[in-house]
Nanobody, 128 residues
Framework: QEHLVESGGGLVQPGGSLRLSCTAS????????VGWFRQAPGKEREGVSC??????YYADSVKGRFTISRDLYKNEIYLQMDSLKPEDTAVYYC???????????????????????WGRGTQVSVSS
């Protein structure tokens, strides 16, 4: 069973916007810390943004341009991406962790390499 499914990726010009969605089934995201990660070809995975009840972490590379949010009724999380740059090109994944499994949102995004639930990813390409 796929617990997390991402959607919303695509090709966009530099300066454009995309909104990624992550739909959960079988788990209630309201009880989990959640995050968005990305991996570009030849690069290490990067934690883009992570959120739990205590707050939100953003990578410096996306701060001020990306926004993570949740819809508890739809059991979804989102990543609003504005002012996109070519270097944002990557496969984007959503993940969820039980709160007991993380120390902080920064820990989830930067230090923790395994997560309780992962999606399969959605491609985002930024190019003119």
């Amino acid at each position: 069973q796929e617990h997390l499914v991402e959607s919303g990726g695509g090709l966009v010009q530099p300066g454009g916007s995309l909104r990624l969605s992550c739909t959960a089934s079988g788990i209630a995201l309201a009880f989990f810390a959640v995050g968005w990660f990305r991996q570009a070809p030849g690069k290490e995975r990067e934690g883009v943004s992570c959120n739990d009840a205590s707050g939100t972490y953003y990578a410096d590379s996306v701060k001020g341009r990306f926004t993570i949010s949740r819809d508890l009724y739809k059991n979804e999380i989102y990543l609003q991406m504005d002012s996109l740059k070519p270097e944002d090109t990557a496969v984007y994944y959503c993940a969820a962790d039980a709160p007991i499994a993380i120390h902080s949102t920064q820990h989830m995004c930067v230090e923790k390499w395994t997560h309780d639930f992962w999606g399969r990813g959605t491609q985002v390409s930024v190019s003119s």
